[in-house]
């Protein structure tokens, strides 16, 4: 399995220490150390993920568990009326982000904030990156969010770029959240308390633009 390449400072820092401790016959702190590397690898691991097709598909930006699935809540969302799929990373799971559906990112907005536990429902005030994708006219937003632990953002796109449905994007250190904000027309696809795969579940079908709709960069 692949590891992101955000994760080889750590993985070196546990494991070169291990070394040195193993070479002056400390066994008991090289052990310590050697598996402060292997919980490092396991947590930037990488899994190539099978993105599903098909026509207005919302999948997953992370793997995780749902929060919310629904109406977004005003005082946190973006401007104007959105559905809404928040999904809590604990700290084992995979921490890739992927975008959730295809287009091309109009926004790329980093806002410093807190860094309070990410299900807790003042973390809508943490440190969070925001990235808005225009589909053909209709607009997906989605947020990474960091936690109590979680005190790095790594975004690796920005305005201009051409993202595939499912791609890669960057990712969170050490547990966080994904938003993702969705026009009202959505049909949504997950409820609270489900599991999702990043890449691969399916969080909702974006409705067709009838045609001569405006542009969603005019919202």
């Known amino acids: 399995m692949k590891i992101d390449r955000a994760g080889i400072?750590?993985?070196?820092?546990?494991?070169?220490?291990?070394?040195?401790?193993?070479?002056?016959?400390?066994?008991?702190?090289?052990?310590?150390?050697?598996?402060?590397?292997?919980?490092f690898a396991y947590f930037f691991r990488d899994p190539d993920r099978v993105v599903p097709n098909g026509p207005g598909?919302?999948?997953?930006?992370?793997?995780?568990?749902?929060?919310?699935?629904?109406?977004?809540?005003?005082?946190?969302?973006?401007e104007g009326q959105w559905k809404q799929v928040t999904i809590f990373l604990s700290p084992t799971?995979?921490?890739?982000?992927?975008?959730?559906?295809?287009g091309r990112v109009i926004r790329v907005d980093y806002r410093r904030g807190k860094?309070?536990?990410?299900?807790?429902?003042?973390?809508?005030?943490?440190?969070?990156?925001?990235?808005?994708?225009?589909?053909?006219?209709?607009?997906?937003?989605?947020?990474?969010?960091?936690?109590?632990?979680?005190?790095?953002?790594?975004?690796?796109v920005r305005e201009g770029d051409v993202l595939a449905r499912g791609q890669r994007i960057g990712l969170m250190k050490f547990g966080s959240r994904m938003d993702v904000f969705l026009p009202m027309g959505a049909r949504l696809a997950v409820k609270v308390g489900e599991r999702v795969v990043g890449g691969e579940t399916v969080l909702a079908t974006l409705e067709d633009l009838p045609a001569g709709a405006p542009d969603a960069r005019a919202r």
Do not use: K, Y
């Open 93 to 102: 799971d995979v921490h890739i982000n992927r975008s959730p559906a295809e």
């Open 57 to 78: 598909l919302v999948v997953s930006p992370a793997d995780g568990r749902v929060m919310i699935a629904g109406p977004s809540d005003g005082r946190w969302a973006p």
């Open 9 to 39: 400072p750590f993985i070196a820092g546990a494991l070169a220490p291990a070394a040195g401790l193993l070479a002056a016959r400390r066994r008991g702190w090289a052990t310590s150390f050697a598996l402060l590397g292997g919980f």
């Open 115 to 156: 860094f309070l536990p990410a299900f807790n429902e003042g973390s809508n005030d943490n440190e969070l990156n925001e990235i808005w994708v225009d589909r053909g006219g209709q607009v997906v937003v989605f947020r990474q969010v960091v936690g109590i632990l979680a005190r790095r953002i790594v975004c690796r």
